[in-house]
């Protein structure tokens, strides 16, 4: 079995604590930045050489994170992030927000494309040599002109009496005979969010999709500004409705970190409950949605219930089903109580009995078996060019986890075991979550077992000077990483959270390519990106 | 009792029935997922729904579309008057032949998929397209194994077959088991259920049938929806008073009727738990599969016809 061996998939890159050494033996001076909370080591380098840095960085096999901007009249700070085998690396230059330009990474990390199209967008940066010069995330519903994360833009916007149709985005053509295209989206069949997919089709054969997402755009980031911490965490919990949690506590951790509070301990392992739950919850309601998709009903019905059930067991032990607004900043907002715990027991247990029958079942019927091999293969070659996160990176060869690589309490001295296959084709996408849900079984059995005794939350001390801080947090799509920067008097300056769709959706166009057209929805749903986490 | 009556008397029957055919299908395949489901008759319903429904017509749509769900719903009901369901002693059968019924066959087929270009929808064309090269495979395959229980009656009358069939002795002859066989796999095929297509999907990328008939609404979805339910019950009368003639009554008289009617009833209804059972236990075939699974029905229907030479000639 090629699965569970140690250190499978685990980054080649160096370790964390190397990097400064090596940053300086490429001759890019650098400066230490401590203002910057939590666990990431964060440098300031001149704009200049923000390119240099990516290229030292693709050389050194670090893997590519995020970046976000922030407006600080009258500059713009850009901060990017990256990955090291156990921790995490920013980096920081400042631009004037007046033409303010950047070499762009892109050349060097594919993975960096959109976000930095949307930080084009949002800030009016400008990205040189940045290969795709079309926009992304802006429709027609604000002009080219305005920047809606800057200062000077309005927070409730600059609404039309009538939004323009966005008909014009130019696609990239696939030419030849027979070749047709064929529209999809934004509004689907069934209940989920809205985004267009464009693919270029001969016969059945796909040739190429591309995605144009945005159709979600909430302005979150423009919300969260003057909004309180405990706003903060209700508007972070509503980022992605699925994964409510693990972006409310990335949310709080970057805001623990900002003021320099220490949490108690049991609210932090109730946090990694919660986080288990929620990765159980949706794993179930993903592998039941696949069988759905190649038309095998009896396994969606029967994960659906026990999706349904655990659910409701949210509901019972913590009060709600999709367990928004437990976490809160400075711990959370309910605690387990002996007859929870039995309850919370006994699910674990059922559970697990279920799953022993029902997951062989599916490995082992040729039917759903034949649909789901060889469809929709993501290379690990690809994977680690796309730098694509959680189930997906894992079927394809790619173990990262925070929870193992650079854990957080009460992740420290847990024995996690990170499912990794090779194949990347939809059966290891859904093999891997069955997994998973059987790992994170075990662990919040453990997590049950050593919950300490004592407080579940303590109030934040008011904010008395500026201070930002970065969280990280391995959410059940993956990696999620939250930045937050607070004023004195404890309103949020700016938040950005980085959902792992941001990286996980181009994964999905590149294991298109040979697919046949009906063949993309198990593809797509064995992905399962969000939406609304990525349009923001 | 006149023959004629009789003949429009079981047709309209088949047709009243055969939204029932199609609840109970779905019925019997939730209780088997453990599902509440809706009950049986909830097609009627969603028939009535629907034909109290504006119809909204696409500008592009031109009188193609508009008269599509007529011929599609009236071309079946005529397919539906030939098959003897009850009673052998049929008028209407020997004006049409098997031949002509695949004909009837095709031709809805050839209004479905010229409805679902029709629009310049890129589903509707696709499912067009798809239906297309299904069929064209199904339908040689139905032929053959139609011809092999032909060249045993000696006849290509629908009721001549069966009257042969259920005269004869109970000896299972191979040829007949063969074309039984290809009969089932082209059945499943041509009524778009698992695992070729699935009819309770909504996704469009996947679909066949469904998607060929997604621009309509109101009254055209109704019939559109009726027709197919009738085609599955048409294909279901057709296996069942095929490969198990028992009961269908060889006379028009009351007692023989009544028995023909309570065995067409149950056998239809094992049919029925058949195909609940299948779509249950099995997945969606990838598409390119199609065609060997059509293979395989066409040449378990030549191989009924070689047998039948082979063997059964005397």
Redesign the interface.
């Given at each position: 079995m090629n699965t569970h061996e140690k250190n499978l998939g685990q980054l080649a890159a160096p370790d964390i604590d190397s990097i400064p050494d090596l940053l300086a033996q490429a001759g890019i001076p650098t400066q230490e930045l401590p203002d910057l909370k939590g666990s990431a080591r964060c440098f300031l380098i001149d704009a200049g050489l923000w390119g240099s840095v990516a290229a030292m960085m693709a050389k050194n096999s670090m893997r590519w994170c995020a970046v976000w901007g922030e407006h600080c009249l009258p500059e713009i700070y850009v901060t990017a992030a990256f990955a090291a085998r156990n921790g995490h690396l920013l980096f920081r230059a400042i631009v004037a927000d007046d033409q303010g330009e950047l070499p762009s990474q892109t050349p060097f990390f594919p993975a960096a494309n959109r976000p930095e199209r949307y930080l084009q967008e949002m800030f009016g940066i400008r990205f040189t040599n940045h290969p795709d010069p079309r926009r992304w995330m802006r429709h027609q519903a604000w002009n080219e002109n305005q920047y809606p994360l800057r200062k000077d833009f309005p927070r409730a916007g600059t609404p039309l009496e009538e939004t323009p149709p966005d008909s014009d985005y130019p696609f990239i053509p696939a030419e030849g005979q027979g070749v047709?295209?064929?529209?999809?989206g934004p509004v689907h069949?069934?209940i989920i969010e809205s985004g267009h997919f464009r693919f270029q089709a001969m016969g059945?054969d796909i040739l190429s999709l591309e995605e144009h997402l945005g159709y979600v755009h909430k302005g979150i980031e423009k919300c969260a500004e003057g909004r309180d911490v405990e706003g903060l965490a209700r508007l972070a919990a509503r980022v992605s409705g699925d994964s409510t949690v693990g972006h409310a506590w990335a949310a709080c951790q970057a805001c623990e970190y900002a003021v320099g509070i220490t949490i108690p301990q049991r609210a932090l392992v109730i946090r990694a409950i919660l986080a288990e739950s929620e990765r159980i919850a949706n794993h179930l309601g993903d592998i039941g949605a696949c069988?759905n998709?190649?038309?095998?009903?009896?396994a969606q019905?029967?994960f659906s219930?026990l999706r349904e059930l655990w659910q409701r067991q949210n509901a019972a032990v913590f009060g709600h089903r999709l367990l928004m607004d437990v976490v809160v900043p400075g711990g959370v907002s309910r605690d387990i109580l002996a007859a929870q715990e039995s309850l919370l027991r006994k699910g674990i247990e059922t559970l697990h009995r279920e799953l022993e029958t029902l997951l062989p079942l599916l490995y082992e019927?040729p039917?759903?078996q034949?649909?789901l091999r060889t469809t929709g293969v993501l290379s690990p070659a690809k994977a680690r060019e796309r730098g694509v996160l959680g189930y997906i990176a894992r079927a394809s060869g790619e173990s990262w986890d925070l929870r193992r690589d650079a854990p957080y309490t009460p992740y420290q001295r847990k024995a996690i075991t990170v499912p990794c296959y090779t194949e990347g084709d939809c059966r290891r996408r859904v093999q891997v979550r069955g997994d998973e849900i059987l790992v994170s079984l075990n662990l919040l059995v453990t997590l049950l077992s050593d919950l300490p005794s004592g407080e579940v939350v303590k109030t934040l001390p008011p904010v008395t000077r500026d201070c930002s801080g970065v969280g990280f947090i391995e959410g059940w799509r993956g990696e999620i990483i939250v930045y937050v920067h607070l004023e004195a008097g404890g309103r949020v300056a700016r938040y950005f959270p980085r959902d792992p769709s941001w990286l996980n959706w181009p994964g999905l166009e590149e294991m298109i390519g040979g697919v046949?057209?009906?063949?993309?929805?198990v593809c797509n749903k064995s992905v399962n990106g969000s939406y609304s986490g990525h349009d923001l | 009792m006149n023959g004629w009556l009789f003949a429009i008397v079981q047709t309209l029957c088949v047709v009243f029935f055969a939204p029932f055919m199609a609840g109970l299908v779905k019925w019997m395949?939730c209780k088997?997922?453990?599902?509440q489901g809706p009950p049986p008759w909830q097609p009627y319903r969603n028939l009535l729904k629907l034909s109290r429904k504006q119809v909204v017509l696409a500008d592009t749509a031109s009188f193609v579309f508009r008269i599509a769900p007529y011929v599609v719903f009236s071309v079946t009901i005529v397919a539906v008057s030939v098959v003897p369901v009850i009673s052998v002693q049929l008028p209407t059968a020997a004006l049409a032949d098997v031949i002509v019924l695949v004909g009837f066959l095709s031709l809805a087929r050839f209004f479905l998929s010229l409805a679902g270009m029709d629009v310049g929808t890129?589903?509707g064309g696709?499912g067009s397209s798809?239906e297309v090269t299904i069929s064209s495979l199904a339908e040689p395959a139905l032929l053959m194994a139609f011809f092999t229980l032909a060249m045993n009656a000696s006849s290509t009358n629908v009721s001549t077959v069966i009257a042969h069939l259920s005269q004869g002795s109970l000896i299972l002859y191979p040829s007949l088991i063969f074309s039984s066989l290809g009969l089932i796999l082209v059945a499943i095929a041509e009524t778009g259920r698992?695992?070729i297509d699935?009819p309770?999907?909504?996704?469009?990328?996947?679909m066949i049938h469904e998607a060929m008939i997604l621009e309509y609404s109101g009254r055209h979805l109704a019939l559109m929806e009726w027709a197919a339910m009738l085609k599955l019950t048409l294909y279901s009368l057709l296996i069942v008073n095929l490969i198990v003639p028992l009961g269908v009554a060889l006379t028009l008289r009351p007692g023989d009727l009544l028995l023909g009617a309570v065995s067409v009833s149950c056998k239809l209804l094992l049919l029925a738990l058949f195909l609940a059972v299948v779509?249950?236990?099995?997945?969606?075939?990838?598409?390119?599969?199609a065609p060997q699974y059509l293979g395989l029905a066409f040449i378990l229907s030549l191989l009924g016809m070689m047998s039948h030479i082979i063997l059964e000639v005397r």
């Open positions: 047709y295209e064929i529209p999809v069949a069934g059945e069988c998709d190649v038309g095998f009903t009896f019905i029967q219930r019927n039917s759903l034949d649909r046949i057209v009906p063949d993309f929805p | 395949k088997l997922q453990n599902r890129s589903f696709m798809r698992i695992p699935n309770a999907t909504h996704l469009e990328l996947t779509e249950t236990a099995q997945a969606k075939m990838r598409l390119f599969r």
